[in-house]
Nanobody, 124 residues
Framework: QVQLVESGGGLVQAGGSLRLSCAAS????????MGWFRQAFGKEREFVGG????????RYADSVKGRFTISRDNAKNTVYLQMNSLKVEDTAIYYC?????????????????WGQGTQVTISS
């Protein structure tokens, strides 16, 4: 069992930056790939990006590529989502999730453990 807790959400103006954190506890964090997803009001949850267990590979949705960066610190059992050049359309609840190691996958059903989410709101 892995427990995930996101933090760092808030209200930011368009063009600003935020860094989300996802702290893990439980089973060995470094064994899992980690992903970030988001769900805007009235929309389905979508893949934002992910990182392999070692941190050696990342993958991003086209909508955030070049603006968002995922990193992890296995010593701190934490994965991060650095969000720059934020847009109003980035407003959503952001979730972190853990999946079995392998390539970074975008499918939600490949992720086993989920956090409770943190709200990110971008104002114009």
């Amino acid at each position: 069992q892995v427990q995930l807790v996101e933090s760092g959400g808030g209200l930011v103006q368009a063009g600003g930056s935020l860094r989300l954190s996802c702290a893990a506890s439980g089973r060995i964090f470094s064994s899992y790939n980690m992903g970030w997803f988001r769900q805007a009001f009235g929309k389905e949850r979508e893949f934002v990006g992910g990182i392999t267990w070692s941190g050696g590979n990342t993958r991003y949705a086209d909508s955030v590529k070049g603006r968002f960066t995922i990193s992890r610190d296995n010593a701190k059992n934490t994965v991060y989502l650095q969000m720059n050049s934020l847009k109003v359309e980035d407003t959503a609840i952001y979730y972190c999730a853990a999946s079995i190691a392998g390539p970074v996958l975008a499918g939600q059903n490949t992720y086993i453990y989920w956090g409770q989410g943190t709200q990110v709101t971008i104002s114009s």
